[in-house]
């Protein structure tokens, strides 16, 4: 499989914000992981809409529900961990705000879409990132949920990469075409 590259200044921003969280509370940590996967779940409900291609869309709608599972967890794991206590508001970027700046929210091309997918890819690797380090920070009850949610993000980062090498093929197949035709009609 062709090996997808994630931007070095994406990658750079996702290991600065990890830096970062890291060095804050465990409640923190939950309320920016909380908030990513609010995120998440609205960039996969936005690609569930509007990609036509039906296995895409079917994988963006079970993105949305697994992410949602996500969210319940972690919120539970704080209720038991800081009952009373609300989510904290942390002022860093979340994993999906680091991914997509200066991106496009709507796709009216195939560069958009593989600009989209580039971000939920960057995303998915700060999620597993993120959550793989939680795994470490707490006792072995909560460290085994983290490390599973780390293996789903892998799974979705997966085929997302899957899914951008696709259309990355198919665009390219496409401007060959167009190419081909305008030195065929001598232009």
């Not at 200044?9 to 990890?18: G, R, S």
């Amino acid at each position: 499989m062709e090996r997808f590259e994630i931007d070095k200044e994406v990658e750079e921003k996702v290991n600065q914000i990890l830096q970062k969280v890291t060095q804050l509370p465990l409640e923190k940590i939950l309320s920016y992981a909380i908030k990513g996967e609010e995120d998440v779940i609205q960039l996969y409900k936005f690609l569930s809409q509007k990609i036509e291609e039906p296995h895409a869309k079917m994988k963006f709608e079970q993105f949305v529900r697994i992410e949602a599972g996500h969210k319940k967890k972690l919120l539970k794991i704080f209720e038991e961990l800081f009952p009373g206590i609300k989510l904290f508001e942390v002022p860093l970027p979340s994993w999906i705000e680091i991914s997509s700046e200066g991106i496009r929210r709507d796709i009216k091309s195939n560069d958009d879409y593989l600009n989209i997918l580039k971000a939920a890819i960057s995303s998915e690797k700060l999620a597993e990132k993120m959550y793989l380090f939680i795994a470490q920070a707490l006792e072995r009850e909560y460290a085994d949920i983290f490390t599973s949610l780390a293996g789903d993000e892998k799974q979705h980062y997966d085929f997302l990469v899957n899914q951008y090498l696709f259309y990355k093929r198919a665009k390219a197949e496409e401007d060959m075409h167009k190419k081909m035709d305008k030195l065929l009609r001598g232009e």
